[in-house]
């Protein structure tokens, strides 16, 4: 990584507890990444964005503040990226995937809260993450019990503006979500000083779609056999869907996309054509939240999709573009979001049917339903993801984890034990 130390003085960060941070990432991506055979030259780009991530993305969010704009945090991806935008502003994804910030986010927290809040929490009063240092203001939800009160403690540091999220998809709920965007508008507009017109607003629905089509189409070359990538590359390049320069990221995805398509066109794959093909469910994996994807591919299976927040459930539905008013054009948004299938809804059959739709066309042997410790409403619905799969006659494996590798071995054995039998 490049000399930011200067630029992390300025944002006030912990630089002695950031070394031991910057001492181990490498390392884990390391083992992790660069530990695997063939990959394709476009993940290069990727690479770099990891191995400078404290420092280049943050960079170029502080000169857009010097500027006088303006950067907010997001913590879901019910958040729509395209109103900040489109008032001049950068959002930037926040969650945390990584066991160093867990102990700082139990200062406040309930040890029994679930590790994407204590690691978030703990990135920011830690001092140790510059994207937590460096915006302006998070935008929450009222998704789940533990964020809804994580946002009163985050407030105490910077402005938390929560939009409040329906639990319940009728057609009064998509509208009141309507309203909810209309309010973030206005708060965003307040900030960034500017006001969001009809031709600014059409103008970043079609970059958030333009991110939204390439991820489509990575994701689309996994449906072949053998893949031409691995599901912890494709997994890698989604976290990073979060904080990166959209327009770049964009263009990065669809170059490796052509290198990907030569890839099939040749019959060429990262992973043997025989391996089981996995399907990986449940609560998000923010990054550096590689465990399972590690596990499943080092035991010799294939990871073929996500129905995750870090997977398909972050691109799938672009924004109809057709609205030429303001209004229009945030009934479209509303419409779109509400499509996301998050465990928060009741019901939420729209996840199952999904996950059933997925395992058909990506070819799927097997469902590893995966969530993090302490997500009751994951956890919860568990029962019913298991038995629409059950029913379908699709095997699947229900893991509890969280960012620690103490469980590692244990999780290796299962995964391991769960592959032999796909492999009958
Ligand atoms: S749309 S999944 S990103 S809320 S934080 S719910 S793991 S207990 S992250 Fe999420 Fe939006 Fe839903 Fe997706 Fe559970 Fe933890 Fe809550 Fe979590």
Redesign the pocket.
């Known amino acids: 990584m490049g000399d930011y130390r200067q630029m992390w003085i300025d944002l006030g960060m912990d630089l002695e507890k950031h070394d031991i941070l910057c001492q181990v990432l490498p390392e884990a991506f390391g083992s992790v990444y660069l530990s695997q055979e063939n990959r394709p030259e476009g993940m290069d780009y990727f690479n770099f964005v990891v191995a400078e991530i404290h420092g280049v993305r943050p960079s170029e969010l502080i000169a857009h503040q010097q500027k006088g704009g303006k950067v907010f945090g997001t913590f879901?991806?019910?958040v729509p990226d395209e109103v900040i935008f489109a008032a001049g502003g950068i959002a930037t994804g926040l969650c945390g995937g990584s066991q160093f910030w867990i102990p700082g986010g139990e200062k406040v927290l309930p040890a029994n809260t679930?590790p994407?809040?204590k690691a978030s929490v703990g990135a920011r009063l830690d001092g140790t993450c510059p994207f937590f240092k460096i915006a302006d203001m998070y935008i929450g939800e009222t998704?789940?019990d533990?964020?809804k009160k994580a946002w009163e403690i985050l407030n105490e540091h910077v402005p938390v503006h929560v939009m409040d999220l329906p639990q319940m998809k009728r057609a009064k709920d998509i509208k009141a979500w309507e309203d909810e965007i209309k309010i973030l508008m206005q708060r965003v507009e307040e900030q960034c000083g500017t006001k969001i017109t009809a031709a600014s607003l059409a103008e970043n629905i079609k970059l958030i779609n333009g991110k939204r089509q390439a991820l489509a189409r990575l994701y689309n070359t996994r449906k072949n056999s053998p893949v031409p990538i691995s599901g912890k590359d494709v997994l890698l390049i989604t976290q990073i869907a979060f904080y990166d320069d959209p327009a770049r990221f964009t263009e990065q995805v669809n170059a490796l996309c052509d290198e990907l398509d030569a890839r099939i066109a040749k019959g060429e794959g990262v992973i043997p054509a025989d391996a089981p093909r996995i399907l990986i469910t449940g609560?998000?994996m923010a990054i550096p939240n590689w465990k399972l994807h590690h596990v499943l591919e080092s035991s010799g299976a294939a990871v073929v999709v996500e129905e995750l927040?870090t997977g398909t459930?972050y691109f799938q539905n672009p924004v109809d573009e057709s609205g030429t008013t303001i209004d229009e054009q945030l009934n479209a948004l509303a419409e779109r979001y509400m499509k996301?299938n998050?465990a928060?809804f009741t019901p939420n059959t729209g996840r199952i049917d999904d996950i059933l739709r997925l395992v058909k066309e990506y070819k799927v042997d097997g469902v590893v339903d995966c969530n993090?410790q302490f997500?009751g409403?994951?956890s919860t619905e568990s029962y019913l993801v298991d038995r629409a799969l059950k029913e379908a006659g699709i095997p699947v494996l229900h893991i509890e984890t969280d960012y620690s590798d103490q469980d590692f071995e244990q999780l290796r054995t299962r995964v391991q034990a769960f592959l032999e039998m796909l492999e009958k």
């Open positions: 879901c991806v019910y679930c994407l809040i998704t789940c533990g964020k609560t998000p927040c459930r996301i998050c928060c993090l997500c409403i994951y």
